[in-house]
């Protein structure tokens, strides 16, 4: 067969496995070649334009084509394009250290390099586990997880994720681990509401911790904002009662701020907002503006040097990835911290944030199927429910959110569902007049699927 009577996307279908997909589905809906990005937006090889409101899975930080990303990839390609990265370094590895360290929260002061998300969070994992085998607990053995929670897809981040239909299958394979009932301030079991809340749903953490912290080596948490699980969003206070449980019971803490860092929670990072340190804090995504696949693993002093001995006492941290610390992935993350004081990025993204509930609310607040309209930073969700009563969600089968994913991508907005929840997650550097586009498609899909009756 000639390749070149295809289309790409038939020439795509005949070779690709896209990922987290049903491939079946591609037959009625087959992939968006995409030619160019610029900005929030996305240009297709037909000329069609969307605006990539979910940031191309929250790594967008500051817009595609980012003139001052590119200039800084395209300069250090010239000079170095990767090298190995034991006994060997580089200038912008540790300009880049040197700046974590400085907006980090306090303490987090040594740094492993990674390749990607889900790699961080294994390092992380191993590392928790190594510090108490080499101080003097190697009983501590388990991780402690919240339900819902989302950390990767490799065996050990799935393993501290949700136990929801799509892992749960691959449970005879997975690390047998402590998962915690998270808050869900939408349905929440203890009538409170989310702005006004003592949180005594900790009692949940502090049975756990109480049955089981002999045993844990950490607890891993989406601090603030529960992805994956549909934008759900819980109290600071949550989180600074599990920093307490984590000191009260010798369990670290390991904050995974895949998708929250970097400004995404309308602060650098989300534990800033309950004033408290991890232990150990996962960074990828938003951290090379979702330019390049790179990840750091960040921790205290405490745990490096749990690990610094002469060598055949055998402490080291034995573990590597091919591309930790690529050259091209520290100029980039370079890039984005220079553009993200220079151009004093946070306090836009906090007004336009503002801007963007005020719209959301007023457009879907009155319709009888939105449950909730949930918010942090300029991320936005909205969950359909069958009934705003109850809360009852539709039935599954019936894929609400992908019906509505599919008619706003055919206006031109990129709204990739989780389940019945659609939110915005766009590039920190959007405009109030791209928010009102999006808004505007989002809205007109929405009637189209739920009209009002
Ligand atoms: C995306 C994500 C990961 C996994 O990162 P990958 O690079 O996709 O492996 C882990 N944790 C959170 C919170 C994420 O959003």
Redo the contacts with the bound molecule.
Sequence with gaps: MNDNNLTWAERDLRHIWHPCSQMKDYEDLPPIVVERGKGVWLYDTEGKKYIDIVSS???NLLGHANPRINDAIKEQLDRLEHVIFANFTHEPAIRLAEQLTEILPPGLTRFHFND??????ECALKMCFQYYYQTGKPEKTRFLCLSE??????IG?LSV?SMDLYTKLYRPIMLDTVHIDAPDCYRCPYGQTRDNCACPCIEKAEAAFAAHAKEAAALIV?PLL???AGMRVYPPLYLKKLRELCDAYDVKLIA?????GFGRTGTMFACEQAGISPDVM?L??GLTGGYM?M?VTCVTEEIYQAFYADYNEGKAFLHSHTYAGNPLGCAAALAVQRILREDNILAKAKENAQYLTAKMTETFAEHPNVGEIRHIGLIHAVEFVKDRGTKDPFAAKKRTGYAIFRRALAKGLLLRPLGDVIYFNPPLTITKAELDTAVQIAQAATEEILPRR
């Design positions: 899975w929250w790594a990607n998300g889900s790699a961080a969070i929670g989302y950390h990767g897809e490799t981040a994720g989406e529960q992805g994956s995974d701020e895949i998708a929250t996962c990828s995504k696949p990840s």
